[in-house]
């Protein structure tokens, strides 16, 4: 158990969120449920490969080594000596168990293994992502997909204005005769072009909002509709943040 959360907050670490980490740790030291997707997003960081290394390697002897203690452990015993042995297994399981699920002894074991794990592996880049973003407070990362109805195609985002509902694109995905390409940060004077998938952040409702907008006259009320809701909502965080 201790192994394998030193495993989870090292992932964590490399900017996996807890729940993702903890299940590819615990997958990886088992060896089961480590689902192809999933790993394979996982191995193609260097530094989560080697933290998925080790987790295997440990586990394949850990897991053996425990059952052969526990055989040995109650081997050529007496009744009296094996029920003892048994009763001390018992409560010490309960005693782990009740420490691992402790919220308390984990933020304390989180910090102290972070610290560990910071000055032991400068490479792990400490970074909560959803934290960071304010995924949890209504705010989202979506991707879009432009069709020729859209009411984003062949604009600038400047005429856009999407950063006035609250929204900003983070990047366009774009296909061309030579592949697919990766816009980062667009400018201004950027053109959305139908078959673009931008990548957006902003408020969860003003992204589907969005993403369902079409050109016209009626994509234009729901524009100035979601710009007045904007300023609402920004009018509203100001006033809880001074509170």
Do not use: C, H
């Given at each position: 158990m201790i192994i394998v959360r030193i495993g989870a907050i090292a992932l964590e670490?490399?900017?996996?969120?807890?729940?993702?980490a903890a299940f590819q740790a615990q997958s990886a030291f088992s060896g089961t449920g480590f689902t192809t997707s999933e790993s394979e997003y996982v191995v193609s960081h260097p530094v989560r490969r080697k933290i998925i290394r080790v987790l295997i390697f440990l586990g394949s002897a850990g897991i053996t080594?425990?059952?052969?203690?526990?055989?040995?452990?109650?081997?050529?015993?007496?009744r009296n000596e094996t029920i003892t042995s048994i009763s001390i297994l018992g409560l010490s399981l309960i005693l782990l168990y009740l420490i691992f699920t402790s919220k308390r002894i984990e933020?304390?074991?989180?910090?102290?293994?972070?610290?560990?794990?910071?000055?032991?592996?400068?490479?792990?880049?400490?970074?909560?992502?959803?934290?960071?973003?304010g995924i949890t407070k209504g705010y989202s990362i979506s991707q879009i997909r432009v069709k020729r109805n859209s009411w984003?195609?062949?604009?600038?985002?400047?005429?856009?204005?999407?950063?006035k509902e609250g929204i900003l694109v983070l990047g366009i995905y774009r296909k061309t005769e030579k592949g697919e390409v990766y816009l980062g940060a667009p400018k201004g004077d950027t053109v959305i072009l139908p078959g673009d998938l931008l990548i957006c952040y902003g408020p969860e409702e003003a992204l589907i909002n969005l993403s369902e907008r079409l050109k016209g006259s009626k994509g234009e009320r729901e524009h100035e509709e979601a710009i007045k809701k904007a300023e609402l909502r920004r009018t509203e965080e100001e006033i809880m943040a001074n509170t």
């Open positions: 670490m490399t900017g996996l969120s807890r729940d993702i080594s425990a059952i052969a203690t526990l055989v040995m452990a109650f081997a050529g015993k007496s933020r304390w074991m989180r910090r102290w293994i972070k610290r560990f794990l910071a000055r032991a592996f400068p490479e792990l880049r400490v970074y909560d992502y959803s934290q960071l973003l984003l195609a062949n604009k600038t985002l400047r005429e856009l204005e999407l950063d």
